[in-house]
């Protein structure tokens, strides 16, 4: 299963100090982003970012 890089930080209830009823959000897209995702790649590129698009709920 992929799993997200060390460095990266999701938004959490422990975070935010936040009610979890309240920090529900909905995911409205996914797009990714790099010259991968453009078709413009060498054959050694084989990564991408994936940025999610989402609302409050």
Not at 41 to 54: A, G, H, N, P
Request: net charge neutral.
């Amino acid at each position: 299963a992929p799993q997200l890089p060390d460095n990266v930080k999701l938004n959490s209830v422990e975070q935010l100090n936040e009610d979890p009823s309240e920090s529900f959000r909905m995911l409205k897209g996914a797009m990714k982003v790099s010259t991968l995702a453009m078709r413009l790649f060498l054959k050694t590129d084989y990564e991408y970012s994936l940025v999610l698009i989402c609302a409050n709920k």
